[in-house]
């Protein structure tokens, strides 16, 4: 197959997309050549009933070389067919599933921090693992369905081609049947939808388990309280969900299913009554028919599965997650060298506001005004909920402001040019994360740099560093791990770093080590330094220091004298 640019499965307004588009967009091509192999397979089917038919009504006259060759060949060709239609579908569904799985995973790398945080840890976890499953095997129900609506096509051609006036009788019988189908049906998508919302719930639930362990084996009464209120009563959910699905769904099979037989006793012991049909022609229809149950009760078994992986879809669909299409060029070639350091960076009248449903006045920070520059070291301080790291999310691009702008060397940062921006920032966030190998840092060339790091972090006799980046362990302590967090942020050498609240954890003598000898030297390196800190007893290590109250710079102190601030109003 001709290589050639992934096509976006999942873009914005995709509202409503189902499973069919999904392939569709992969590749039309396929799924036409399959369709094709479909409707041939039931062509083959209704020849070979035709045939049987014959032979039948014949009652064995017609037994020659010429009707067993036929009969082999129209075998051979449903064989062939209907192989060349699942063997194309299902590497179609294979290649889709994966290439969904890859967009999906650079949508939310897309989207920007704050819409992330606003949806939960728990609400992408069960995308990326649940609805990703769902719409996988709502994709697999698609070749055989496929298959067996060409059959279903070929077989009713047949009939209608035998006898009109019995194909109008099963034609409105058919119709009946699927209309007591689809009925139900309705009923189960919602079921289905609301089975999904509750799966949310669900893996916020299994969230709680693994990461509160500790609180959940200490306090017996909290245990039994979270597993009574929450977590088993979310659980019985869905599985009476579930069980309603099958229920109803196994009683509207069973019931199209006897729509059949009915027909078929109408067909064997009414019809003859009422008007003329031939002997051939009973025979004819009462075995197609008979035939025809197999893929209609396999397609009714199917469409649940498919109707999960719509519902799957649709809610993937209302995250609202970036197009991956724009992005992905960005996020794959993205920069892997810093810019140039640039000689400042400005804030003017930056603000950004959490809001919360239900809440009437939400924290909101700034409008904040402030320069960083290199070889400066900037601490920023204030009580907890002051809005530190908020101001952090915004200096690295994070977050964009909602007003004011952010300049880099007097040149305003656009949101074209944020993920950039971004590039200029070395990090240690106080929830950090600690991958388990050195990615993205051209390792081979720093193993060296990296080495001595170890050493000069006091790591050296708790972790190795591998040729090709792996670290030999992250299982160590807090303080170790944020350790191993600052190795990796001076490896990334870029121009301006920020630690948030990075020596809150490390003994008094690597505080001191921190404070008097490790920023000192980026300092010395010409790095733009920000600090954010409560360790009051190294603010004059600062050269300059900003102290935040309810979001506001209340104060700027440096080294050079100190100046009170009165908050800025944010506009209305
Ligand atoms: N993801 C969020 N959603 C809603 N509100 C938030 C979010 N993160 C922080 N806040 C609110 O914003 C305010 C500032 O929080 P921030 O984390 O910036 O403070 P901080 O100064 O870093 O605090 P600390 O010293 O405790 O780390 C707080 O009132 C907090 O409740």
Redesign the pocket.
């Known amino acids: 197959m001709r290589a050639r640019k992934p096509a976006l499965l999942l873009a914005e307004g995709t509202h409503g997309v189902n499973l069919l588009i999904l392939l569709l967009r992969r590749s039309r091509g396929t799924v036409a050549l399959a369709v094709c192999f479909g409707l041939l397979t039931g062509a083959a089917s209704a020849g070979l009933i035709a045939r049987i038919n014959a032979v039948l009504s014949s009652g064995g006259t017609l037994v020659d070389r010429a009707t067993v060759l036929g009969f082999a060949a129209l075998g051979a060709l449903m064989l062939g067919s209907r192989i060349g239609a699942q063997l194309l579908l299902t590497r179609l569904q294979t290649s889709t599933t994966f290439a969904l799985r890859d967009q999906l995973s650079q949508r939310i790398l897309a989207t920007p921090l704050r819409q992330l945080?606003?949806l939960g840890n728990h609400r992408l976890m069960a995308t990326l693992i649940d609805d990703i499953q769902a719409v996988t095997q709502g994709l697999l129900c698609i070749p055989p369905l496929l298959i067996h609506s060409g059959i279903i096509v070929g077989c009713m051609t047949y009939l209608a081609v035998m006898s009109r006036m019995v194909f109008a009788a099963l034609f409105i019988f058919a119709t009946l049947g699927v209309a007591s189908y689809l009925l139900p049906m309705r009923h189960i998508m919602g079921l289905l939808r609301h089975s999904r919302q509750t799966n949310d719930r669900f893996f916020r639930d299994l969230r709680s388990l693994t990461q509160g362990l500790k609180e959940l084996k200490l306090h017996g009464g909290r245990r039994k309280a979270f597993l009574k209120q929450e977590l088993f009563p979310t659980a019985e959910m869905l599985k009476q969900l579930q069980v309603r699905v099958s229920t109803l769904h196994t009683l509207t099979t069973s019931w199209s299913m006897s729509l059949f037989f009915f027909f078929i006793g109408l067909l064997l012991f009414v019809l003859p009554g009422v008007a003329p049909v031939s002997a051939s022609t009973l025979v004819g229809y009462t075995l197609a028919v008979l035939y025809l149950q197999q893929p209609l009760e396999a397609s009714m078994t199917l469409l649940p599965m498919l109707g999960a992986g719509t519902v799957a879809l649709r809610h993937i669909d209302t995250l609202a997650l970036d197009p991956a299409g724009t992005a992905s060029e960005p996020l794959l070639s993205g920069a892997e060298e810093a810019p140039a350091p640039p000689s400042r960076i400005d804030l003017v009248g930056v603000t950004h506001a959490?809001r919360?449903e239900g809440e009437d006045t939400p924290?909101t920070?700034g409008p904040i005004d402030l320069t960083l520059r290199p070889g400066e070291l900037l601490f920023v301080v204030?009580?907890?909920?002051?809005?530190?790291?908020?101001?952090a999310k915004l200096i690295t691009g994070l977050y964009a402001p909602e007003s004011g702008e952010i300049r880099v060397d007097g040149r305003p940062v656009t949101e074209g040019d944020r993920e950039r921006y971004r590039q200029l920032f070395a990090t240690v966030f106080?929830d950090f994360h600690l991958f388990d190998s050195l990615l993205g840092l051209a390792v081979g060339e720093k193993t060296d740099k990296a080495r001595a790091y170890l050493e000069r972090l006091q790591l050296q006799r708790k972790v190795r560093i591998e040729e090709n980046g792996k670290l030999s362990t992250t299982d160590l302590s807090a303080g170790q791990r944020k350790r191993l967090a600052l190795l990796t942020a001076y490896l990334e050498d870029r121009p301006v770093y920020l630690f948030?609240?990075w020596a809150a954890d490390q003994d008094p003598q690597f505080k001191e080590v921190f404070y008097r000898e490790l920023l000192p030297d980026l300092k010395a390196a010409g790095k733009a330094v920000v600090i954010?800190s409560?360790d009051s007893r190294y603010f004059d290590v600062a050269d300059r220091l900003v102290r935040?109250e309810s979001?506001a710079i209340v104060s700027e102190e440096s080294a050079a004298g100190s100046q009170q601030l009165s908050p800025r109003v944010v506009p209305a």
Do not use: P
């Open positions: 945080e606003e959490y919360r924290f920070l204030g009580g907890n909920g002051s809005g530190k790291t908020t101001l106080s948030d609240e954010i409560h935040l979001g």
